[in-house]
T-cell receptor
Framework: EAGVVQSPRYKIIEKKQPVAFWCNPISGHNTLYWYRQNLGQGPELLIRYENEEAVDDSQLPKDRFSAERLKGVDSTLKIQPAELGDSAVYLC?????????????FGNGTRLTVT | DAKTTQPNSMESNEEEPVHLPCNHSTISGTDYIHWYRQLPSQGPEYVIHGLTSNVNNRMASLAIAEDRKSSTLILHRATLRDAAVYYCILSSLGGTSYGKLTFGQGTILTVHP
């Protein structure tokens, strides 16, 4: 099966600019996650979707971050405006049935550098 | 969320077994133990998970202590490709936290040729 696809792979922007990341999950996976990973740290959950509904967005900095998952498939994570501290790898993951501990499948991430 | 404690780093030689420990003394009865690993420049990859009994799959084995307060991921014959950061994570069924994986800093495994 095709894995989780993320784009772009790398992004360099100046602070205060907007940026968007795109994720295409594995076909049939209803649960989608966005994680952020700072250098040398483990990934940190930003938001989790069940189909189109964001069921856990408690860690998403809502003043500048937004996410959407239209039609319960692809998802976009946006930052506006970006700050220097947003430099990180943004990972998307999907799962078929997390209630029964189906594994999370991760993409290779988008590495964001804010200058 | 119950927390896990792992050594920061471990080293192994190629083709030797590797035992990666994880302590989770505050684990609850509904917490599953998950292991993921992350190779350089890649997203995390599922390795194995279990609840009470030891588990085996093609990648590794998971040995869970009888009191469930610790577990060990066993790589039977390490290869250079197993060099990665290994994360031990607890995830609970039910409630709003189901399927939520909270990653720690993990164990950096170095494999020597």
């Amino acid at each position: 099966e095709a894995g989780v696809v993320q784009s772009p792979r790398y992004k360099i922007i100046e602070k205060k600019q907007p940026v968007a990341f795109w994720c295409n999950p594995i076909s049939g996976h209803n649960t989608l996650y966005w994680y952020r990973q700072n250098l040398g740290q483990g990934p940190e959950l930003l938001i989790r979707y069940e189909n189109e509904e964001a069921v856990d967005d408690s860690q998403l900095p809502k003043d500048r971050f937004s996410a959407e998952r239209l039609k319960g498939v692809d998802s976009t994570l946006k930052i506006q405006p970006a700050e220097l501290g947003d430099s990180a790898v943004y990972l998307c993951a999907s799962s078929s049935d997390p209630v029964y501990n189906s594994p999370l499948h991760f993409g290779n991430g988008t590495r964001l550098t804010v200058t | 969320d119950a927390k896990t404690t792992q050594p920061n780093s471990m080293e192994s030689n190629e083709e030797e077994p590797v035992h990666l420990p994880c302590n989770h003394s505050t684990i609850s009865g509904t917490d599953y133990i998950h292991w993921y690993r992350q190779l350089p420049s890649q997203g995390p990859e599922y390795v194995i998970h279990g609840l009470t009994s030891n588990v085996n799959n093609r990648m590794a084995s998971l040995a869970i202590a009888e009191d469930r307060k610790s577990s060990t991921l066993i790589l039977h014959r390490a290869t250079l490709r197993d060099a990665a950061v290994y994360y031990c994570i607890l995830s609970s069924l039910g409630g709003t936290s189901y399927g939520k994986l909270t990653f720690g800093q993990g164990t950096i495994l170095t494999v020597h040729p």
